[in-house]
């Protein structure tokens, strides 16, 4: 089977393709996600994270930890998304999971248009990078099923919010559950929510 996905941006130097998970989200932390994979990678269901069932991106995690070169997850919670905003906060998570690499790559390819330089390495920005490259699919992968994991932790804690479920957007259930009980310590307070926010509203605030 052909895997649609581009496997180096280039062939010269050491790839990272980095990515995000819960940007949009009302509450809990922004994950972010390093990997370096070796030629050769393939997987026939990887894809963007968004486009993959979960059973499927939990089998594309054990797949990927067990096959990449190196990779690394990291995350910024819901106090410093507030304090430093969730643009800032989205490139301080993705650093600190390049940090962790035990491989020091010599290229980031970074899904989105923006992003804050790291060290001294070059990067190129590429817009739905997740279904073009497939280092930045599989941190897209990491990114997602490790946030998602976290949500069913706070979950336990706050269960009427059915972070099981909807992971912390802004949901019909999650927002008359804002509506019922108001908003708890994990929400992010800076994205001025309300149960008549919708999650179209809040996704156009953190991508302006």
């Known amino acids: 089977m052909e895997n649609p996905l581009r496997p180096f941006f280039q062939e010269e ?13 009302y509450a809990g932390p922004v994950f972010a996600a390093a990997v370096v994979l070796p030629k050769g ?3 026939p269901l990887l894809n963007d994270s968004k486009q993959v069932t979960p059973e499927d991106r939990n089998e594309l995690r054990g797949y990927i930890e067990a096959n990449a070169l190196a990779w690394a997850v990291a995350k910024v919670d819901h106090d410093e998304v507030d304090r430093i905003n969730i643009l800032k906060a989205s490139f301080k998570a ?14 980031l390819l970074i899904d989105g248009n923006r992003f804050t330089k790291y060290k001294r390495i070059p990067h190129r ?5 997740d279904s073009i490259f497939a280092s930045i699919a599989a941190a897209s992968i990491l990114a997602k099923t490790w946030r998602d994991e976290y949500m069913q932790l706070l979950h336990t804690e706050f269960p009427h919010y059915r972070w099981d479920s909807n992971k912390g957007y802004g949901t019909k259930e999650h927002r008359d559950a804002i ?12 994205f001025n929510i309300s149960p008549e926010s919708s999650q179209e509203e809040i996704d156009f605030e953190v991508n302006q």
């Open 13 to 25: 130097l050491t790839e990272a393709g980095c990515d995000e998970a819960g940007r949009g989200c």
């Open 41 to 43: 990678f393939f997987h």
């Open 94 to 107: 993705m650093h600190l999971a390049l940090d962790e690499l035990k491989i020091r790559p010599r290229l």
């Open 125 to 129: 920005c590429i817009v739905k990078g």
């Open 179 to 190: 509506e019922k009980f108001g908003l708890c310590k994990y929400h992010r307070k800076s």
